[in-house]
């Protein structure tokens, strides 16, 4: 077949074609490049220092904890209850981990990590690759979760949820109560570090009512809750009806559901082609079926690992991370998305 070609490319995209090249000429191909186009690091809080794993110990099947000890042997910074540390791994991925041993051990951190098998490979890099004497560089600690000080607690622990709970518990003494809820014991991490606490796995106890809990804490409490979705949803809904006086205060370890999204496309500006985002999935969701290996962590809008140049383009901004300069030309992926129909990333 032959015949003229006739370009029906919509107007729009012709101009914003021609903008995207002049941009590649420029800041990515030219000579200047370099000099125009400096990376821009991620702002960084706490401290950076190398460490050396001096042990690891299966706390359930799939649950292992790593004892962390400064490479050059002296004391780490100091912590508090419900923080938590950056961790780069071997293969250059970067995963936020709660502290969960002793804040007054001045010379060692411990982490627990559980395995998810079809996660992004954070969790089975440390399953299977790291061993003792390995080395690892962090960042922290840092708190996202702040123990505060109150008349009495309620402590709500699902599962792996368990970790940033333990050091608040023990900080709390007999002033805090701790639920800890599970599949089954044998699921549930560190049940030998808590003799005191009201243990509820579901096959013993059936799924437990987070409302009822709730509503037997003292008025005034301060509650924390860390573990699945549901979990942290069900306390959401009911605190400040039961507990009008108290403070809820939550963790979560997972990504939130988008639930008032609207589908939009990306343009990649330095690799090509455009990405479609669903309107119940995330922008870093959608970029990682193009890049897979493009850096996050959180997946929550607060560590800044997904920080990414905006080109073209309006961005709905949801993090709790990025100053109002920095907004203006970068999002972060994991939450943030588009409030029009497209955006242009220096991607």
Known sequence: ??????????????VLGGIMDVYKSVFVKGGAAPLLSRPKPVRRTGF???????SVEHQTDDVVSLTLRAAGGGPL????????????LPSGRQRQYSLCGDPSDRFRY?????LIPDGGGGSREV?????????????????AFTYIDAPSYLFLAGGIGITPILPMVRA???????VYVGRSRDTMPFLHELPGADIRPDDEFGVTDIAELIGRAEPGAAVYVCGPPPMLAAAQRCMFELNPTGSLHTERFSALPVTDGRAFDISLARTGGTVRVAADETALTALRRRLPDIAYSCQQGFCGTCKVGVIAGIVDHRDRLLTESEQADHMLACVSRAAGDELVLDL
């Open 1 to 14: 077949m032959g015949g003229e070609h006739t370009d029906a490319t919509p107007v729009s995209l012709r």
């Open 48 to 54: 950076e220092l190398d460490v050396r794993i001096e």
């Open 77 to 88: 910074p100091t912590w508090r209850p419900g923080s938590h540390v950056d961790v780069f």
């Open 110 to 114: 411990r982490i627990a990590v559980r």
């Open 127 to 143: 399953h299977e690759t790291l061993r003792v004497d390995d080395r690892l560089r962090i960042r922290g600690p840092r708190n």
């Open 172 to 178: 709390a003494g007999s002033r805090g109560r701790l």
